[in-house]
T-cell receptor, first 109, second 115 residues
Framework: GQNIDQPTEMTATEGAIVQINCTYQ??????LFWYQQHAGEAPTFLSY??LDGLEEKGRFSSFLSRSKGYSYLLLKELQMKDSASYLC??????????WGAGTKLIIKP | ETGVTQTPRHLVMGMTNKKSLKCEQH?????MYWYKQSAKKPLELMFV???????ENNSVPSRFSPECPNSSHLFLHLHTLQPEDSALYLC??????????????FGPGTRLTVT
């Protein structure tokens, strides 16, 4: 079967750095996405990785290792507004997105 | 504004009712999706449409019936639902199906409660 694993919940301090991990086992691989979802709102796109390595976009970076079936989302200089759920999703060989259950990130002052 | 709108935002219905969810995208995209989101569970893909043709139906019960009259509109018709169908129903669109960095744009969702 296909599976995406990510921690259920993480807590971090404002101004700090946090890394949210995602491991996957899927039928094929055609890219990995990270989305942010605030409570009661729609998921919004953060990043896309298809090749190994680090993609940086402002305070957010995403890393991919295809051989290890592993990705992480790195959030720097955390702000209170970063409190949200972070969803990892992999596009499989049928070009369907397989989603993780999301990581709820709690930011404390 | 994400460019994808959904109505209604909240819906309470009995098990014998018939209702419809509506989704509209203003982004000129060719692909549209229905997802079910339950608490602490992964997003479940229900239906995929590309250029108004259904390309995926992930073993969804027949009490959910999609309709895509044109590339901008998507409906989900509901009838004789069960309490376990209570969830957030999300609509999304993307430029196309297939590869590339085509991310999906989501609507705000309809919070459905079946009593």
């Amino acid at each position: 079967g296909q599976n995406i694993d990510q921690p259920t919940e993480m807590t971090a301090t404002e101004g700090a750095i946090v890394q949210i991990n995602c491991t996957y086992q899927t039928s094929g691989f055609n890219g990995l996405f990270w989305y942010q979802q605030h409570a009661g709102e729609a998921p919004t796109f953060l990043s896309y990785n298809v090749l190994d390595g680090l993609e940086e976009k402002g305070r957010f970076s995403s890393f991919l290792s295809r051989s290890k079936g592993y990705s992480y989302l790195l959030l720097k200089e955390l702000q209170m507004k970063d409190s949200a759920s972070y969803l990892c999703a992999v596009r499989d060989s049928n070009y369907q997105l397989i989603w993780g259950a999301g990581t709820k990130l709690i930011i404390k002052p | 504004e994400t460019g994808v709108t959904q109505t209604p935002r909240h819906l309470v219905m009995g098990m014998t009712n018939k209702k419809s969810l509506k989704c509209e995208q203003h982004l000129g995209h060719n692909a549209m999706y229905w997802y079910k989101q339950s608490a602490k569970k992964p997003l479940e893909l229900m239906f995929v449409y590309s250029l108004e043709e259904r390309v995926e139906n992930n073993s969804v019960p027949s009490r959910f019936s999609p309709e895509c009259p044109n590339s901008s509109h998507l409906f989900l018709h509901l009838h004789t639902l069960q309490p376990e169908d209570s969830a957030l129903y999300l609509c999304a669109s993307s430029q196309d199906l297939g590869g590339g960095s085509y991310e999906q744009y989501f609507g705000p969702g309809t919070r459905l409660t079946v009593t």
